[in-house]
C-alpha cells in the first residue's frame, strides 16, 4: 500500500468516528434548538422529493442490471430495494432493473470474474477503501461526482463517509450505511441460563458461553461459511488486546509486526471461545444470511455484527427480546467506547455500461429515497445518509434507540481487516481464522501466516 493510501486510511477513520456521533445526535430529534426536527425522511428535501427521474430522454427500452447483495428475502432492506425498483419502473416504463442478489463472499467472487474481463453490471457492490481501490485502480468503475451534485444528492451523505469510497478527487461509490459492531442478546435465553447482566469482561463472556451451552442453547450465532464474519468478530478482540484502535495501521507503517503480542493475545482469545463451543457446529458450512437466522428465530443467545441487524431483529421473531452492548475488554485491555467501524457496502457503476445516463439516473433516484423509506420501516440505524427524524416519535424499538446510544459513545475505533490491508494479505487472514473454526492451531504459527502474507505482498 502506497504512503498517500495509508494517510488517507488514517484520515477516514477519523472521519467516520465523527460521522457516527453524527448519526447519533440526530437521532436525538433535535434541530439544534432542542425542537423536534422537521424531516423525517433522512435526505435532503429536495433529493427526497426527486421521485420520478426521466431514465433518460431517448424513450429507447433499456435493461440495467443492478447487482447487490441482498438476497435475504425476509430483511428490510430487500423489500425496500424491490419496492424503489417497482416505483421506478412505473415511472419509466422504457427501464427494466433486472435484479442480481447474492450473498456478500459470492458477490465479490463474481466481480473479480467480471471485472477482470471487463464486464461489470451497471450497477455493483465495492466495499470501501483497501477492497474497492484495486477496482478503481482497473478503470473499471465510473466517477460519480457530476451524479452527486444533482439534487443536493451529496449532501445527504454524513460528513466524511464519502471519503472512504474516494480516489484522486473522484468518488466511485455510495455507502448504504455506516455502522458499528455490537453484541445483541436474547434477554430471555440469558435468563434461562440464569445470567442477570451482560458481560464487562472477556472471562465474563466466556462463563455466559459455558451457561449457555450448559442449558443446550447455542451461545453465539455466527455464518463462517462467508469468511468477514470471523475477521470482524475477531477485529474486536484485537482491537482490545491491542489497548485501542491502529493495530493494522501500525503494521502497515513497519512500527509492529503480526508476531507482536496483541495479536498473539487475541487468537488466543479468539480460539477460547471456538473452543468452549460458543458457536454453531459446522459454523463455516453456513452463509452469513443462515447464520444471522439462527439468532433472529431465537435459537442463540448471542449475534456479534453490525448495527445494521437492528431493523431485521425487530422485524423477526425475537423482536422486544433483545438488547445490545459493546464488546467487553479482553484481559482488563481496551475501551469499551471503542468499536469496529464499518463503512456500508457502495453501490458503483461500471465504467463500460452502455447505458450510462440511465444508470446513473435510476441510482440517483434509488440513493434519493432510501433513507426515506428506511425510516419509515424502522430501518435507519446505521443508515450512511443523514436521517433527522424522531426516531423515538416515529416508534422505533427499546432496541433501536439502544443502539443510537452506543453510536453516540463512539471515542474511536478501527475498520475491518478486509477494508485495510490489500487484497492478498486479507485473503489469507480470512483463510487463517475461518480455520480456526475447524482446528486449534498454534497462535504464533497463526502470526507468522499472517506476517509472512504480509511480508510476501507489501
Not at 502506497?2 to 472521519?15: I, N, V
Not at 435526505?43 to 429507447?60: P, R, V
Not at 482446528?439 to 502474507?453: C, P, T
Request: a negative charge; hydrophobic letters at 40%; glycine letters at 10%.
Amino acid at each position: 500500500m502506497k504512503k498517500s493510501d495509508k494517510k488517507a486510511l488514517k484520515r477516514s477513520a477519523l472521519l467516520l468516528t465523527a460521522g457516527a456521533l453524527a448519526v447519533g445526535l440526530a437521532a436525538c430529534g433535535s434541530n439544534g434548538n432542542n425542537e423536534p426536527a422537521a424531516n423525517t425522511g433522512g435526505a435532503s428535501n429536495e433529493a427526497a422529493a426527486n421521485t420520478g427521474a426521466s431514465g433518460g430522454d431517448s424513450g429507447k427500452k433499456v435493461t440495467i442490471t443492478f447487482q447487490n447483495i441482498y438476497p435475504d428475502e425476509t430483511s428490510v432492506t430487500n423489500k425496500i430495494m424491490k419496492e424503489l425498483v417497482a416505483d421506478y419502473e412505473a415511472a419509466n416504463p422504457n427501464i427494466k432493473i433486472e435484479l442480481d442478489s447474492l450473498n456478500t463472499d459470492q458477490q465479490k467472487l463474481k466481480l473479480k470474474t467480471q471485472a477482470a474481463s471487463k464486464e461489470v453490471p451497471d450497477i455493483t457492490i465495492v466495499n470501501p477503501a483497501a477492497q474497492m481501490k484495486p477496482f478503481v485502480d482497473a478503470g473499471v468503475l465510473a466517477p460519480l461526482n457530476d451524479m452527486l451534485d444533482q439534487n443536493g444528492l451529496k449532501d445527504t451523505f454524513q460528513k466524511g463517509l464519502l471519503d472512504y469510497y474516494s480516489f484522486d478527487g473522484n468518488v466511485y461509490a455510495l455507502p448504504d450505511g455506516n455502522n458499528i459492531e455490537v453484541v445483541y442478546y436474547n434477554k430471555d435465553l440469558f435468563a434461562q441460563a440464569g445470567i442477570t447482566d451482560v458481560p464487562k469482561t472477556f472471562d465474563e463472556m466466556l462463563e455466559d458461553v459455558k451457561a449457555l451451552k450448559a442449558k443446550g442453547i447455542t451461545p453465539i450465532a455466527i455464518g463462517e461459511k462467508d469468511t468477514w464474519t470471523g475477521s470482524f468478530l475477531f477485529m474486536n478482540i484485537l482491537l482490545r488486546t491491542n489497548g485501542g484502535p491502529g493495530f493494522l495501521q501500525d503494521v502497515m507503517d513497519g512500527k509492529k509486526d503480526f508476531n507482536d503480542p496483541a495479536f498473539v493475545e487475541a487468537v488466543d482469545a479468539f480460539q477460547e471461545l471456538v473452543q468452549a463451543g460458543a458457536f454453531p457446529e459446522g459454523a463455516t458450512s453456513i452463509d452469513a444470511n443462515a447464520g444471522g437466522n439462527i439468532f433472529k428465530t431465537g435459537k442463540a443467545a448471542m449475534f456479534i455484527i453490525g448495527s445494521w441487524e437492528t431493523g431485521n431483529i425487530d422485524a423477526s421473531s425475537v423482536a422486544g427480546k433483545v438488547g445490545a452492548f459493546s464488546f467487553p475488554t479482553v484481559n482488563g485491555k481496551g475501551d469499551v467506547n471503542q468499536f469496529m467501524l464499518a463503512p456500508g457496502s457502495g453501490f458503483a457503476i461500471s465504467a463500460n455500461s452502455k447505458h450510462p445516463q440511465e444508470t446513473k439516473d435510476f441510482l440517483n433516484y434509488f440513493m434519493s429515497n432510501f433513507p426515506k423509506k428506511k425510516f419509515e420501516l424502522k430501518d435507519a440505524v446505521g443508515l450512511g445518509q443523514v436521517v433527522e427524524g424522531d426516531f423515538a416519535a416515529a416508534g422505533y424499538s427499546e432496541l433501536a434507540v439502544g443502539i443510537l446510544d452506543l453510536f453516540k459513545s463512539v471515542s474511536g475505533g478501527d475498520l475491518a481487516f478486509d477494508n485495510t490491508m490489500n487484497p492478498a494479505v486479507a485473503q489469507a487472514h480470512l483463510s487463517s481464522i475461518q480455520n480456526l473454526f475447524v482446528q486449534k492451531v498454534d497462535s504464533k504459527q497463526v502470526a507468522k501466516e499472517h506476517q509472512d502474507a504480509f511480508a510476501a505482498n507489501k
